[in-house]
Structures are given as C-alpha cells and as structure tokens.
C-alpha cells in the first residue's frame, strides 16, 4: 500500500477544502488539520469521532461552542433522556421531549445521532422497576418500549440491548432476564427493526473490549442470534478504562466481532485515572491509552466510529461513581485539551 508522508496528506486535504484552524502548540507543527471528527473522517476515513452529552450543560456557552463544531464532534449520543426512565416514565405513556432537544439539535447541525438505549436494568421507571409482571405482559412492555422509541427517531443507529452480561459471562440479573430468560433479547431487536428496517442495531457493553469470558459470551449470543435470523447489526464497546489498561487484544477481539458479520463501534470512551492529580508519566501514558483505543478502531475497516463519553472533566460521571478518581476526558474541566486530545489524532493517523 502507499504510504504518503503525513504532510503532504494534510496538503492534499486542504486542497479537498478540509476546514483548518488553530490548535494546541504542541501538536500545531505536526497536525494543522484541525478537529478530531475532521481527521476521523478525512484521514481515518471513518464516519465519526463523537460525544455523548445531556441539553442541560448547553448553557455552558463554551461547552456547547465546542460541542456545536462539526469540526471536532460528528455524532452526538443522548447520554440519558432517552433512557426508560425519561421516555415511558408511566406504563403506556411515551414522552420524548427531552429527547427530541437531543435530536433536534443533531438535525440543525448535521451531526449523526445515536440512540441509547433501549433495554437497560438500570435508570428504569418506578412502575417498571418496582412492577410484578407476568411472562406475556412483560414480553409486551419491552416490545412496546422498543417499538415506540425506535420509531420515534427512525433513521438512527440505537443501542438496542446495553449490558446484558455479567463480567464472568453469565447472563445478567434483572427484570428482564429473571421473568423472560434470554428471549427478551430478541423481542427487542426484532421490534426494533419493526420500527426501522433502516436502523442499525447495536448490542453495547463494558469489558468486553479484550478478549475474554464476557466478550466471548456475547459472541456466542451473536452467532445464536444470526442462526436464528434476529436482526442484529453491530457490537458497541464502551471502553471505559482505567489509565494502563487498553487491554492489548483490542483490535484482534474487533476483528472477531466483525468477522461475524457485523460492524462495531467505540461507543462511550473515556480513560481515567485512579490517583489525583495525574503525573506527567501519567498523562503520556493516557495520551498512549487513547491513540492505542482509536488506532486498534482505525485498523479495523467496520470500525465505524469513535464516542467520547463527554469531551471535558467538567461533566464526566467519572468522579460521581468513583470517588478520587477522574481526570478521564481529553479536555480538562476547564476546556484545555490534554495531551490525550493529540493522542486521538496520533491514532486516526496510524496505518496511513
């Protein structure tokens, strides 16, 4: 394959009319082409570099300045409001405006929307959560859930099923698995795909970015799915992690995934540390961490995205559930980026 050095590529893309600005001094000489979900699509030739947010930090003007800029972020994620909780909070009662701030948003500015989620155990309505139902009435509610949200923002890729294994790769407890075992898996999806035969279905999860027992229990959930005709487009790896720990079978574990005949996704990225404040040695290895994360993306051809898990410290869920430890975005909570910012382009770069 012929490898242009990475000077004259940038040449070439200006020329093609990519947007260029000002970036940080230390990556200025090396990278002059500007924005993450700029180089995430022009050099890594992926459809997007993303960010979960919620419409509350939106009055934080320099936040949504940043978030508004197709420049840095191409695809948006409802990090909550379009959780159970927030779209049927009363039995049969659908509710979507605050989601549909989320969407609407992704319409005027061009941004990809993605759909998260529709079956979880967690941030569930009280009647739901506190609710004694029968096998039929629960198969029902999860398809009516399904169908309801799905249809209502069509044209989307949703996380369909989120966190369904324990991290020994048994099934996880909860409403859903105890009354309807695994076939609550399939009523979803299909009922997703009733809503929108265009709709990529994803099923997300935590630690399964190695291999692994948990990666190889969703796998094996796959091929059944497929042999059963489920509809079943993709696997979202949230990858969340620990500074140090990007688990070296990433790309190898994607290939697999994908040589199952579905795409993937890095869905909810975010590196943290576990001691504050981080170290100098700390901070180049997360920058390492994240260039590692988007370079194993990079080199897996259905790879199709890359999501933060919000872009700055000041709104991360990091310090909220993990007392002590934090620092985990590529921007600080005062909106400097870090060196885990040129870390991410470091990785779009690689194998070109």
Known sequence: MFHLPANMLVSFLLLAGAVVTSVDAASAGLFP?????????????KLYLGTAT???????????????????????????????????????????QDADIIADFTKKTGKLLRGHNCVWHNQLPDWLENGTFSAPDLAFIVSRHCFNLVNHYKGHVWDVINEAFNDDGTFRSDIFFDTLNTTYIPLALYAARAADP?????????????????SDALKSLIK??????????????????????????????????VALGLEVAITELDIRF??????????????ADYEAVVAACNAVEKCVGVTLWDF?????????????????????????????????????LAHH
């Open 224 to 257: 059944t799915l497929k042999s059963q005709n489920v509809p079943i487009d993709g696997v979202g790896l949230q990858s969340h992690f620990e500074v140090g720990g990007v688990p070296a079978t990433l790309q190898q574990n994607m290939e697999e995934f």
């Open 33 to 45: 082409l500007s924005g993450l979900n700029t180089v995430a699509k022009s050099i890594g030739r």
């Open 274 to 287: 576990t001691a504050l404040p981080p170290t100098a040695v700390g901070l180049a290895q997360q920058k």
């Open 54 to 96: 919620n419409s509350e930090q939106w009055n934080d003007t320099t936040y949504f300045n940043i978030l508004k800029d197709n420049a840095e972020f191409g695809q948006i994620t409802a990090a909550n409001v379009m959780k159970w909780f927030a779209t049927e909070p009363e039995e049969g009662v659908f509710t979507f």
């Open 312 to 348: 700055t410290d000041k709104y991360s869920w990091i310090p909220g559930t993990f007392p002590g430890q934090g620092d985990a975005c590529p921007w600080t909570d005062t909106f400097a980026k870090r060196p885990a910012y040129d870390g991410i382009i470091e990785g779009f």
């Open 198 to 214: 265009q709709a990529k279905l994803y099923i997300n999860d935590f630690n399964i970015e190695g291999i692994g027992a948990k």
